[in-house]
């Protein structure tokens, strides 16, 4: 049982590339998030899946697409990298009970290192 | 939105007890969650409350007030291995919004 998977774990991308990071879970949750992570800012949703073939914006979603065609893949794109996107992408998933939203526990990838140059 | 405050570091020695406080604010509430995190590595999910009170994990223990927009968590016996940084969450909406996380620093 791998849990929530990333991929890749480290990139470095010139200004202007694009680049998508891949997470894959395998515990049927309905609930998927990328969060980026910078020094002394926690951790920031920027966008949120609620179920297959479903997205939404969190609070930074601006310059990142998203995709979930499949229940166990969320999709991070990047379509134009800028040095601001310099941080540590974390995917987490979480369950939902009944269709109710308990958010009691999410499981996090291990993070994929990005430096934007 | 979501705002979440929590302090930015904490130090103690080991075998001391450290309360780390979380106010919240949000438009929807589904429940107070705390995650670990050491190094860099990926956030551990430690704890929930849904409900006010206090709920007990070993030597974890997390409080909640629904009232009062206000939940802790409290580190007893410390040990060198806490050290790491806390992140109070709150579920809305169907969002798991995070504060800013707070640094442990146990010290021999």
């Known amino acids: 049982n791998a849990g929530v998977t990333q991929t890749p774990k480290f990139r470095v991308l010139k200004t202007g590339q694009s680049m998508t990071l891949l997470c894959a879970q395998d515990?049927?949750?309905?609930?998927m998030y990328w969060y980026r992570q910078d020094p002394g800012m926690g951790l920031r949703l920027i966008h949120y899946s609620v179920g297959e073939g479903t997205t939404a914006k969190g609070e930074v979603p601006d310059g990142y697409n998203v995709s979930r065609l499949k229940k166990q893949n969320f999709l991070l794109g990047l379509e134009s990298a800028a040095p601001s996107q310099t941080s540590v992408y974390f995917c987490?998933?979480?369950?939902?009970?009944?269709?109710?939203?308990?958010?009691?526990?999410?499981?996090f990838g291990q993070g994929t290192r990005l430096t934007v140059v | 939105g979501q705002s979440l405050e929590q302090p930015s570091e904490v130090t103690a020695v080991e075998g001391a007890i450290v309360q780390i406080n979380c106010t919240y604010q949000t438009s929807g509430f589904y429940g107070l969650s705390w995650y670990q995190q050491h190094d860099g590595g990926a956030p551990t999910f430690l704890s929930y409350?849904?409900?006010?009170g206090l709920e007990e994990t070993g030597r974890f223990s997390s409080f909640l007030s629904r009232s009062d927009s206000y939940g802790y968590l409290l580190l007893q016996e410390l040990q060198m291995k806490d050290s790491a940084s806390y992140f109070c969450?709150?579920?809305?909406?169907?969002?798991?919004?995070f504060g800013a996380g707070t640094t442990v620093t146990v010290r021999a």
């Open positions: 515990m049927n949750h309905e609930y």
């Open positions: 969450a709150v579920g809305d909406d169907y969002k798991l919004s």
């Open positions: 987490a998933s979480s369950y939902s009970d009944r269709g109710e939203v308990t958010n009691t526990e999410a499981f």
């Open positions: 409350n849904a409900l006010d």
